[in-house]
Structures are given as C-alpha cells and as structure tokens.
C-alpha cells in the first residue's frame, strides 16, 4: 500500500483550525505518513530553556496539515485511523508554564497570586526499553516511565466560517489531550467545510490523564494515518473506537458540561448501534461508562465517556469501518 | 478472627453525617460484618414502583452505623479495610429520578423544562454467573452485566459541627460514588469528632463512572470490614489505597475543583511517600495520574484521581497498613 | 411598641445553622434589638491584628440566635423585617485571609501557588458623617466611604436534620452576603424545623456586590428586626421585599447555578404576584431583571435577582405583610 | 461636524468578528452614523414566527462592520463613543429559542429532556412614550416598559488569527450582551490586527440583566458613534466609561470566572488610575464594587465590575478622552 510522507517545513505549521490554505489533497483510503513537531516547536531542549523564554504561547501546538480531503463535503464523516505514532526524537519536554495548567491560577481563572516557578523537565527516551524517564528537581527521585504515544491535536476546520487556535478542543476535535487518540484508534469528526481540512499534532509520548500541568511528555512525532470518509452520519462531536471500546468526547466549561456532551454523545450513539431508546441507553450507561478526564487545563477541558464492547453484543458503526482499517492497518506495519 | 455483625433495624438507620448517637463502639482492629439496605431504603421492587411514589429524597442512602471507634481523636486517620462486600438481595434497582442526576435539569441547575420521564429499572442477579441483567423498557434489548459490588456512601462526622445529608460527599467522605470503594480497597478518612462516628450504605451491584442518571444498580448489601485508626496523621480529604493504586477522592462544583482537589491531596501525598516537592509531584503525575470520575450528580460531584504503584518505585502509606489488613482480611475470608 | 432587647454573652454564640438550642421564643410580631459581634469575633482591631494569627475559621460569623418562633412548624413562612441596622463599634475590619476570597486560590479552587499576603484594613467610622475610611498599605490614598450598613449573615435551621457552618448560605438562608440585606428589607425564608431557630449576624458597614476579598468593612451591629410569621407557603429560596424591589437570592456553585435558582424563584414569584405562567414569567424577566451579584467567595456563591416594582402593575405578596411591617418599623424609629 | 452614514446591503452584514474585509476605513476622530439589522436579521415580525422556523442560528447577530481604522495597530486602544441610540424599527421581537439561554438545557448544559416550547414575542415601540409592550401569551397580563436602547455586540477581530462567532463575547468584545452598552457609553478594545477591525451591532431596544431567555428585545438600531484610537495602552479586557462609573466586562465559563476576569482588570485600572497597588485596589474595590450581570446565555458568560466615580477621587483615564468625547458628542446632537 502507498503511504504518503510529509514532513512540514517550518513556514508550513498551522496553528488555528480552520483560516489556513491546506498543505495537500488526499483522496479516502490513502495512508499518510506525517511528522510533527512538539507543542513547543522543539524550543526547549534542556531544563534550562524555560517557557517563559523559549516559547510563544501565540504560536504552540503546530498542526501538520491542513489536508484537504477530496470528495468530503459539510455533514459529512471523516475518518481517522491512527496506524501507527512514532517518537521522532530522543527526548520528551514538559513544563510549568507560569499561569497555564490546572493547579494554578489562569488567565481564565484570574487570580492575583503569583506563578508557580516556571520549570521544564527533559525526558530522555530509551527506545530499546520504550521508556522515558522522569528526573525530580527538587530531590534525587527518578522514575523510568513506559511510553505511550498519542497526540494531543487531531481537528477539522470549525463549522460558522470560525477559526481557532491549536489550544482548542471542541465540536471539530482539536486539542483535546486524551491518552486514548493512539495508535489503534479511529477517530470520527464531522465534517464543516469542503475538503474536511484536518490537521495533527502536539505528540505526547506519554500523557496523564487531566494533563494536569498543561504539557504532556511533549515530543515530535511520526504519525502513520489512514483517512477515509463516510458520506453523510456526521457526529455532532468527536467520536472514538478502539478493539475494545466505544467512545465520545465532550469539551467544554465548566468541566461537567464536557462530560454531559460526552455523554450524551454516547447515547446518541448507543441509539445508532443498538437501537436503544435515549432513557434506556442513559440508564445502561449509567451503569457500564467509564469516564477518564482527558484535560482540564486547555480553552475547553475534555472529557472521554467510554464503553467497553465486551460487556455489549457485537455492534458495528459506520459500516463496520474500524475492523476494516484494523486489516489495512495491518498490512501497512 | 472475631467478626461482629449488625444488621439494623428500620429506626437505627442514619440519614445524616454526623448529628446521630453511635449506634455501637468498636475497637481498632475490629473486623465488622454490616447488613446495608439500599439506597432507596428497598422500596423500589418493581419497574411499576416509582420513585415519585416510593421514594422521599429526604431519606435516601441510609446509612448503617455511625459506629464509635474508641480512641479515634480529631487529626487521627480512621482506617477502613473492605474485605468483602456481597449483594444481600436477588436484585438491584435504578431510577430516573425526575430532577436529580447528570442528564437532567436539578434543583441546583434549574431549568424550565418538565422531567425526564420517572421509570425504574429492576436489575435481576444471577449470583452463580456474577451478573445483573439490564433490560431496556423501549425495545427488547438486554444484556448481563458482570457485577462489580461497591459502597456508594462511606464517610465519618464532619468538622466544625455540621451534619450533612447521607447524600453529600465532602471532605468527611460520604457519598462519593465510586467504583474504587470495592472489595481489597482500604480507606483513609481524617477524624473531626471523637469516636470517628463512621458509617457506609448504599451498596451498589454495578456503577459506572459519573453515575450519569444518579442512581447505580442499588442494592442491599452485606459488607465486611476491618477497623483501624492510626493516630495523627489525618488527610484533608480521602485516601484509598488497593494493591495497585494510590487514590484521592475530591468532591466539590463546579467539576474542575472536585478534580483539583484530588490531583492537590496525591501530590501531598507524593511528598509523604517519595520525598517529591510539590513542584516534581505535580510534573511526575501530570505524566502518570489516572482520573475516572465518581459521580457528576450528587450534592458535590466527586473525582477519583490514582496513580498505579507500577509505575513507582515501592513505598508504604501509613505504616505499610494495607498490606498488614490485606493478609488480615485473607485470614478472615 | 415592646421592644426585646438580646446582647449575647460569649459563649451564646451560635456558629451553624441548626444543631444550636434557642437562646429565646419570640412571638410573632415580636420586635427584637439585637447586638452581634463582628465576622471575626471582635479579634481583629489593628492593621497588625492578622487573621493567620487571631482568626479560627472554623469559628467566624458569630449568630445571634437561635430564636425560637411561637407556631412556626415545617412549609411555614418566616418573615424578618430589617427595621434598623446601627454599627456598634467605632471601626469595622477587613481582612485577606490566606486562601480566602475571590481572586485567590482556595480550599476548594485549590492550586500549588503561595497565598495572598495576610493583611487586615481598618475602617474608622465618622459617625456624624455616616463614613467609613479605606487606607491603602502601599501608598498614602485614603477615601471615605458612606456606610450602607447590611447584614451579611440572616438563616434559619436547615432540612433534612443537617447542621451547616455560619459560612454557608443556602435554601435556608444564611451567609448571603447581599447590601440588600439592609434597613428597610424584608426577608421570607421558609421555615424547616418548629421554631424556625433563626439567626442573624455579620454585619458590614459596607461590602461591594461579589465582596471579592471574601471580607466586608465587618463590624459589630445593632439591628432592629420585626419578626412575624406566616402560616405556610414556604418558598423554595430565599425572598426578600422592599419598597421598590421584588427579589430573590440563590446560593450554589458554579456561579451560574446560583443565578438560576433566583431567576426560577422570581419566576415562580411573578407567578404569584401577576398570574404569570412561567414562560411569561421568563419573557419579562429577561428584559427587566437585574442581578447583582451578591458574593463570589462563600461555601456556596450567592446572586441575587431583583425586579423593580415601579415597571409593574401594583401586586402585593404574603398579604402585603411589608407595606403592614414598614408602617410598624415607622412607629417604633 | 461630519457624520459619515452607513447601511448595509444585506451582503454586507458580517456574522464574525475576524476574518471578514472591512466595508470601510475611518479615520480616527470619525462620526459614524451605522444601521444594523436585528439579532434575527428582521426575520421574526409576528408571534406566528417561531425561531425554529425563520431563524438559522449560525447567522444571527449581524454585524454592521468592520471598519478599518487608520493607523490602529496592534496594541492600541480603539475607543468607541456611543452618542446615540435610536430605534430603527416601530417594534422588537425576542424569542425562546429551543436548548437556547439561560433557563434551559443548551448544546454546552446537554440534558436529555424536551425543550421548551418554542415562542415569539412582539413588543410594539410607542416612540412618543418611550416604551415598548409586553404581552403575555397565557394571560391577558400585559405591561409598557420603558425603553433602554443598548448595542448587544461591539467587538474588534480577535488576536492569533482567530476568527470567532458573532454570538461570542470574549477578550475582544464581541457579544457582551450588557445594558451598559447604551450612548454615553466609552467603550475601550484593545487592538490584535491592523486596522482594528470593530464592527457592532445586536441592538437590544431593552435587556434585563443576564439577558435570561437568551434575547433581548430586539430591535434595528441607528447607532451614532465616535472612533479615536489611543497608542498603546490596550486593555486585557474591554473597559467602559460613563459620566458615573468605571467599569470592566469579563467573559469565560464558568460564571465566575467571568467575574474574576472582571475585577481582575479593575483592579489593574485602579492602579492606573490612582496609583493603587493590586492588594489595595482589591481591598477597596471589595467595599465599593457594583456587579451586575450582563448575560448568562452566550457561548461566554459575561460580568460586569464597576464602580462609583462618585465615591472616589477625580481621575481621569487615558489622558481624558471620555470627557472630551462627551463634548464632541454634545455638540452633535
């Protein structure tokens, strides 16, 4: 099978979801093999390259993309099947940026108190043992973390003509910082604008979940991606699907409105697969959801709502697309 | 090993933190055998019971217990090691209770809109499976459910002279509606008032995360528990620990301050068991926290945030108890 | 007319809302002087008096009362007319509490970041000018400020048997800490327990609407109140009365629940007064209320809602009970 | 002096702020007399045009703009004058959109009950009283109100490239929905994109505060305004100025922060206005602040903060302009 290498120049980086000419046109079913930079741009490098310094936080989250997708028209369903993510460097960076994150006072949640110290941490990745370590500052603790690839940004362009920064989660998808969009995962998005104009990026070697300081192990990443299209059956908002589970994520503030949407995106869904009666997939739910925090510390927190296919009959969405991926993905690795 | 049972009679139970005589004293080291009814004092048997007409929310979640540990002292930490926990009926019950949960308009979050509508689920158990069964009321869809027993309400007597309703999670613990607090799991609880004065109900079959309509499969339950106190020592909010996780429970609104709140109390916790700065324990669990919700419905909703000890190099948490109560608990069962 | 005169002793305090025997029966229509200390006990009498050294939080907004009402049973409507509030003392006191207040992090919006200075301002009181004076710390501005004498603390026993802190507004009332609680107001709570136990105290000599420090000018009080009763048609929240407002107060977070709650109250208010069904109700409201907010910094936010009555046709509430109790207060001033 | 009108065709209107070509540049100093459509762009005339129907939500609020203003750059201060609001039609619609304002369940507060009921409201202008009528649709009640002409959104294009809904108020402006917004009125925007950019429109012929249903009365405005443009000195967040008071708007989710971003910029003016340190400024402003909501429906909620020119000393605030505006404004009228 084909797959398409791009690699951004730096002129190339987007950093808003929609407002932005797209970088190429792919058709559905082709394989994308796309790198990206960190959060940061790679500005920092070393615990002594400090946010406050190196970064511009006007000018993080770089998107590789926009790719515009032929034949993908408003209403429509994107697909994104996420094959494989690669780290593209040796190291992983994090940092306290001052006011930014979730145990600190924000430019939202104003206060007058002063910053946490600013600091960045450095993971060095040992590839052969798949672990990144974490290093205290403070004392001589030190911890050999397992990796666990994903990316913090995967949008289309926004719906009402708006445009918006690569901080953002939302309707298109976005920055919603979940340790679910990994490899295995097909993500579906509607569609707002021809073409789809979806972008990645903002590589997390490994994330919590909360992402609780604003940055994850933030590192360049090489994303293998299949992209497909469904005519029509847009989801109102991000959905996910894994081997193993069905999922939504709702972005929003306060944080329980972005679970209410994951929710009840989750029900809409349950009504497509199983037939189900909104009071009745609101009580089953009730009862089987899982609901990991995916960020609380960007413009929008998110939040996953998940269901676990082993507790469920066999059910297929959208044409049974995720296995068929699972097969192409397959034969790509 | 000595196992003390109760079981209450109807006008032993509490509906309140605090404010209630103890109904017994226990000694540290106490292993107790508890009879809890469910939530909804058993009054929902079948799917034509409503809670409209069955139920009065003043008097929901009643509480076996307070119990009165001797010796327990305010800044003390009570220990509460569950050793098992088995349903007590044949059956559970949920219900949309109209105006209360995640999905709906409530007294909190008021809107103009009518109900959604009042029905009752009735959960059968298979006991020699292990299972619930759901079975929607708009179609013929159902589906068995492995159970997964918990205590929905486990909490002591509030500081400051407060009672609070059988209802509220809080600081004291209470109604904090999580899944963690199951069999194998111990629970740290500061003490406000001498004696402690703890007590637990709401026993729930199943729960999912967020407890998105408010009411889990409810059941009547048979919990066995061992009762310890550490003196000093007490944490501002809960603390569990299992033989794989580290876990906080904060409870609060809006959302985001139930999860600020726990992410606050591990990294405190982090300090004791690591030696980390609150600066590096905020960086290393930003990397590794997990954070299933508990329940986005109560009076406070409440956050569960963990971290595996997988992850971490060893450490024991006061005093390396739960290891002691886990080979306690073996002896017993 | 008799007026009752009641200056607690020091133990006579009360420091929640139930869970405290009466100090007194009053009788319907009975009109009481009442002395209360100050937020913080009268502790604080020197800008070196700091709150970190001289204050308990566990033990602020001393109540005056409990008072027990003759015939006042459950679905009752208390009814406390504000006749005439009178600084007590010479000098009112402010304070930042650590950790307290709107513009910092706190117990519940917690972060990792230091606290706010500790720092307490004394307001001189000038008497014959009715002016309070602010003083800045870092710089010689100093103003004098009217004083608009209120009382930031006026509740009944809570439902349900619970116990809340003096520092807790809610359905039942308590530490609103609304200017509209001042001369003139006349305040509906519904009763929940015989007796009512209500209480008062907190006064301000002044607070700006929010009172975003988490402080007023706090001083010490005489308040003549009229207490009288009406036999049920309890309402849900908090209403207050005067000559040109109709309003309504809701306590919960986040902020916009507590704005809710008044809006559904007053709606549900206007149903009474105008015969309003309520998406009438909530027309008008939309283009005539205003909203003050009341505070952002308590156990619960607080807003009130508040519709002048010269826009309206002339309707009168509870029987027109407030033109009856200003024209007792006019007889007794 | 010169006034330049403008109409728009209804091409012209632009439904964002950002990402539009300006219809004009102005010269700072400029009169400009503007027409702008309702928020439903005139397509709700009777009680018989329900919003479900005649309304598309994607294109509401149409905005009468950009303007490009000559020499504004990035980091400037846009002042906008309000000199006068009239009318441009003989009556107002408002509209209980469906999951739309504050006292339902909207598409952020997702619930799973019914809507309310779709319905319209006509309000005849009698412009020789001053008022507009509200009729009931339930009841025979109906009642005249005085008018209080208002600019429901003044904004400029947003910073990062952002391009943002016209129903948004942010940083930027944008939709604050607040009746302060009426003549006499100076408005301050800080400049992100050459030119400025503003537009304005949503004319709102009176609003209660909070702006419950989500629409005001609202009506086609004649909006006179007067553009200058100070260098440098941008605002954080929008400023206002009146005859009478100071005053910030801050809007975010949840509400509160809304207001803490509010006082947060206050605060900042006091210091500039009056030398005052933060601590000071938030000490005093805690005494005299005013806090009335401005909507609690928008895709932001917005707070307003102000306070009393009369109770503090003479300032005056970038170099006097408001003063010197309101003599321009006098000598037009």
Redesign the interface.
């Known amino acids: 099978m084909d797959v398409e290498e791009f690699t951004p120049s730096a002129e190339q980086y987007a ?2 979801f ?2 932005v000419a797209p970088v190429r046109r792919v058709r559905p079913g082709a394989t994308l093999r796309l790198w990206s930079d960190d959060a940061f741009g790679g500005a920092l490098r070393s615990v002594s390259d400090l946010s406050t310094e190196k970064v511009d936080l ?1 000018a993080v989250n770089p998107q590789t993309g926009p790719f515009y997708v032929e034949g993908a028209e408003p209403g429509d369903t994107l697909v994104l099947h996420l094959v494989a993510l690669e780290p593209a460097r040796d190291w992983g960076a ?1 940092a ?1 940026i001052p006011f930014f994150g ?4 924000t430019d ?10 600013d ?1 960045t ?1 450095i993971y060095e990745l040992d590839r052969a043992r798949g672990t990144v370590t ?1 290093a ?4 001589d ?1 030190s ?1 050999d ?2 990796i666990n690839p994903m990316l913090g940004t995967v949008g289309v362009a926004p ?7 690569s901080l953002v989660p939302e309707r298109f998808g976005g920055n919603m910082d979940t340790p679910e969009m990994a490899a295995g995962t097909t993500c579906y998005l509607g569609v707002n604008v021809e073409g789809a104009l979806f972008s990645l990026g903002d590589g997390h070697y ?12 933030e590192g360049a990443m090489t994303t293998t991606v299949i992209v497909d299209l469904i005519k029509g059956g847009a989801p109102l908002w991000p959905r996910l699907e894994t081997d193993t589970h069905w999922m939504t994520v709702g972005s ?6 972005a ?3 994951g ?2 995106e989750l ?1 809409g869904w349950f009504g497509d697969l ?7 997939g ?12 995916a960020n ?1 510390v960007d413009a929008n ?1 998110s ?1 996953v ?1 998940k269901a676990a296919k082993a ?3 066999a059910a297929s969405a959208f044409g049974g697309i995720h296995d068929e991926l699972r097969n192409r993905a397959a034969s790509i690795l």
């Open positions: 950093y808003t929609g407002g006007s994090s306290h979730g145990m600190t006072s939202r949640t104003v206060t007058l108190q002063d910053p946490l110290p600091a941490y974490f205290a500052q403070q004392s603790f911890v973390l397992p719906a009402g003509g708006e445009v918006r920064s490994r994330q919590g979940e909360g992402e609780a300081c604003g940055t994850a192990v929003s503030r306060p944080l329980e409105d679970w209410r949407i929710q009840a029900i199983y037939g189900l009666h909104p009071q009745d609101y009580q089953l739910l009730s009862q089987i959801s899982e609901a990991p925090l609380v927190f939040s709502v507790l469920l009959p």
